[in-house]
């Protein structure tokens, strides 16, 4: 067989996730880094046993993996909840969905000089995420500690421009949520997605200000495939391996309630 001929076959023997040499099909998913890493070193094992070889690439910003999924450099990704996909596809027109439920990571607000919520001074300057669905998310946390009050009907994605209420004159920065742990020592506070509280050693449930409510949460992460693969058999071998008791018990014991499987 012609040795160009044979490349080409190997290249879409990857890209459709077909079968490899020793029988198995494989995936590369990207994911970002810290807990995830931890989840999914166990879902390759999982998925290793089922006949299916997962390759995860890591990312640590948050502007990547769903670029990378849309030019087929992924065949999935793992680090985003549904709002924040939504504002993707929105904004920069990613044929993408939501292939299934993996895990909800409550976000929270933190703090190294005040130990109470009740402790920040007025004027305080809080730092938010400055993508739409986290910055949104974060106000929304503060509106439920009543330290805010935003524009009625504003839904899951406010914006700094719906704050019509805020009795202590705080001030907003907006910056890349990757970010906001090393700039806490600059503010007074900042709301900090739970993913990156935990790779600064941030405990959730117990170094938290105010966490957002566990129950009926909107912002359950997904994993993420391209529209036109959504059908493909060799994604159900994928949620097989994530949507597994082994992986609920993982996350449950591991992670103490900071991250919580909605599976």
């Known amino acids: 067989m012609n040795r160009k001929f044979v490349i080409i076959i190997a290249a879409l023997a990857w890209a459709l996730g ?11 998913v990207g994911i970002s880094g810290g807990d995830g ?13 089922q006949g299916l070889e997962v390759d995860v690439l890591v990312f640590t910003d948050y502007m990547l993996p769903n670029a990378a999924l849309a030019n087929g450099e992924l065949d999935a990704n793992a680090f985003q909840h549904r709002p924040y996909l939504a504002n993707e596809v929105k904004a920069r027109g990613y044929a993408i969905v939501a292939l299934c439920d ?8 933190y703090a190294l000089k005040y130990k109470r919520l009740a402790d920040l001074p007025d004027h305080a300057t809080i730092g938010i995420p400055n993508d739409p669905s986290n910055g949104g998310r974060g106000l929304l946390l503060l509106q439920q500690e009543q330290l805010l009050r935003l524009r009625a009907g504003t839904g899951i994605l406010p914006s700094v421009r719906d704050v019509v209420g805020n009795p202590h004159g705080l001030q907003f ?47 359950g992460n997904i994993i993420a495939v391209r529209s036109k693969d959504k059908d493909k058999p ?30």
Do not use: C, M
């Not at 993996?102 to 607000?109: A, D, F, Q």
């Not at 739970?194 to 938290?208: E, F, H, K, M, V």
């Open 173 to 219: 920065k907006e910056l890349d949520a990757a970010q906001l742990p090393r700039s806490l020592p600059d503010l007074d506070a900042a709301v900090i997605n739970t993913n990156y509280a935990l790779d600064a050693r941030l405990r959730p449930g117990r170094d938290s200000l105010a966490i957002e409510s566990r129950f009926n949460n909107p912002y």
């Open 37 to 49: 890493e931890e989840i999914w070193a166990r879902v390759k094992d999982i998925a290793h046993r």
């Open 102 to 109: 993996t895990i909800v990571e409550p976000i929270g607000l």
């Open 18 to 28: 077909v079968a490899t040499a020793n029988g198995a099909e494989r995936l590369k």
């Open 234 to 263: 060799v994604f159900q071998k994928l949620i097989a391996a994530y949507q597994n008791d082994e992986i609920r018990q993982f996350i449950l014991k591991r992670f103490d309630g900071a991250i919580l499987p909605v599976f």
